[in-house]
């Protein structure tokens, strides 16, 4: 069956990096696109950014851009998020999905990050 199974989410002091992972299972991760979405506690869930199956295409949220970079190995099946100059309001769960006819697919079940002093 289909696993997106994230990880590499914690606590990080604001200015600070993280890198999230998505390991992707149970379909054809390298020709899939594929998203990061995250959803701060009282708020909806919102699209952070984009990735095409082979790469070439990204797109972030205005929220996010210069400090986040989505990067794909499709040798791994995984998908990454670096997030850099990490902000309080970046504080929320961080989720992955696959992406068919432009749409979300599969989820994963979350990381938290969380960023604080």
């Known amino acids: 069956q289909v696993q997106l199974v994230e990880s590499g989410g914690g606590l990080v002091q604001p200015g600070g990096s993280l890198r999230l992972s998505c390991a992707a299972s149970?379909?054809?991760?390298?020709?899939?696109?594929m998203r990061w979405y995250r959803q701060a506690p009282g708020k909806e869930r919102e699209l952070v950014a984009s990735i095409s199956s082979v790469g070439g295409l990204t797109n972030y949220a205005d929220s996010v851009k210069g400090r986040f970079t989505i990067a794909r190995d499709n040798t791994k099946n995984t998908l990454y998020l670096q997030m850099n100059s990490l902000k309080p309001e970046d504080t929320a769960v961080y989720y992955c999905?696959?992406?068919?006819?432009?749409?979300?697919?599969?989820w994963g079940q979350g990381t938290q990050v969380t960023v604080s002093s």
């Open positions: 149970g379909f054809t991760f390298s020709t899939t696109a």
């Open positions: 999905s696959s992406v068919r006819r432009g749409r979300p697919e599969y």
